[in-house]
T-cell receptor
Framework: RKEVEQDPGPFNVPEGATVAFNCTYS??????FFWYRQDCRKEPKLLMS???SGNEDGRFTAQLNRASQYISLLIRDSKLSDSATYLC????????????FGAGTRLAVHP | EAQVTQNPRYLITVTGKKLTVTCSQN?????MSWYRQDPGLGLRQIYY???????DKGDVPEGYKVSRKEKRNFPLILESPSPNQTSLYFC????????????FGPGTRLTVL
């Protein structure tokens, strides 16, 4: 079983739609959680951290469910520019020496 | 401009011909890391470095070497490349104080024939 698993998609949605991605992780002792965005084989960039209480940044909302070992990303009012691959990232217990990346979920927003 | 640079961006080589991919950052970051990205597998860590002269293996270190003689540079060396090392490689850096925000270079697409 992979340490971090994501549905690869693609999720094809029209502009203005709300879309949600989930990501599951296998290590219950994982410490920190993040969503990164990657455009068409370019470098990944941090989208947002995921906090236990949940957090929101504009149209983006991230949630953490430690009991079920998953994190989620909700995108409201999708824009064409949201089309990208979203990477779920987890740090294992013991610190930040490594980040474990999911394989990514591809989102395609169409007019 | 704060950035991580990698060179070359694209490289086609043949089996067994030693190569080096350079990585440099201008943000005075202590931590640097190399990843490879393959379809369906996500980014996998090859090596990382917590500071000058301090390096350690990641998840897939076989066939790779690194060095950290200066804080800003972290080259990746393939002594004898093989076709299974064909991949997209990213270098990344961050401060030790931050958690997950790593700054990535633009990537090096390597093909080994």
């Amino acid at each position: 079983r992979k340490e971090v698993e994501q549905d690869p998609g693609p999720f094809n949605v029209p502009e203005g739609a709300t879309v949600a991605f989930n990501c599951t992780y296998s290590n219950s002792a994982s410490q920190s959680f993040f969503w990164y965005r990657q455009d068409c084989r370019k470098e990944p960039k941090l989208l947002m951290s995921v906090y236990s209480s949940g957090n929101e940044d504009g149209r983006f909302t991230a949630q953490l469910n430690r009991a079920s070992q998953y994190i989620s990303l909700l995108i409201r009012d999708s824009k064409l520019s949201d089309s990208a691959t979203y990477l779920c990232v987890v740090t294992p217990s013991g610190g930040y020496n490594k980040l474990i990346f999911g394989a990514g979920t591809r989102l395609a927003v169409h007019p | 401009e704060a950035q991580v640079t990698q060179n070359p961006r694209y490289l086609i080589t043949v089996t067994g011909k030693k190569l080096t991919v350079t990585c440099s950052q201008n943000m005075n970051h202590e931590y640097m890391s190399w990843y490879r990205q393959d379809p369906g597998l996500g980014l996998r860590q090859i090596y990382y470095s917590m500071n000058v002269e301090v390096t350690d293996k990641g998840d897939v270190p076989e066939g790779y070497k690194v060095s950290r003689k200066e804080k800003r540079n972290f080259p990746l060396i393939l002594e004898s490349p093989s076709p299974n090392q064909t991949s997209l490689y990213f270098c990344a850096s961050r401060t030790l104080a931050t958690g997950g925000e790593q700054f990535f270079g633009p990537g090096t697409r390597l093909t080994v024939l």
